[in-house]
């Protein structure tokens, strides 16, 4: 498989998570907004690791430490706002995946959190 496939490979299961937060928004699953974000982008991330990189991406999740691997191959720059979205969304992720009965992460998540980090993800996945 070419850099290239393997790119359209992680990109297409991105799109489909995108997707999947946006109807998630569009039903009012708030939470579920937020984790369907940082999957698409975490995706998104992971894909363009392997065109940069050209190697087996990591099993981590953090969006920002897989970035810095290759970011600085990029040629648009990539404001501090967006590495601050990637921080957001990698805690979602974890307080998802590890959670904590006495602090349940889905109560910090309301309509107007969930907009917008739905608009800023749209933003940069495009």
């Not at 928004?25 to 974000?37: A, E, H, L, N, P």
């Not at 992720?93 to 107007?112: C, G, H, I, Q, W």
């Amino acid at each position: 498989m070419t850099n290239e496939e393997k790119y359209v490979y992680w990109l297409t299961h991105a799109r489909y998570d995108m997707d999947t937060a946006v109807a998630m928004f569009t039903s009012g699953r708030w939470f579920y907004v937020v984790i369907m974000c940082q999957q698409a982008i975490e995706k998104l991330v992971k894909g363009l690791y392997t065109m940069y990189i050209n190697d087996t991406v990591p099993r981590v999740h953090n969006i920002k430490t897989l970035f810095e691997r290759f970011g600085d191959k990029l040629t648009v720059h990539v404001s501090p706002e967006v590495y601050q979205l990637f921080d957001i969304l990698s805690s979602h992720y974890l307080s998802n995946r590890y959670p904590d009965f006495m602090n349940d992460p889905a109560k910090n998540v309301d309509e107007t959190n969930a907009k917008n980090i739905l608009d800023k993800s749209k933003e940069v996945f495009q």
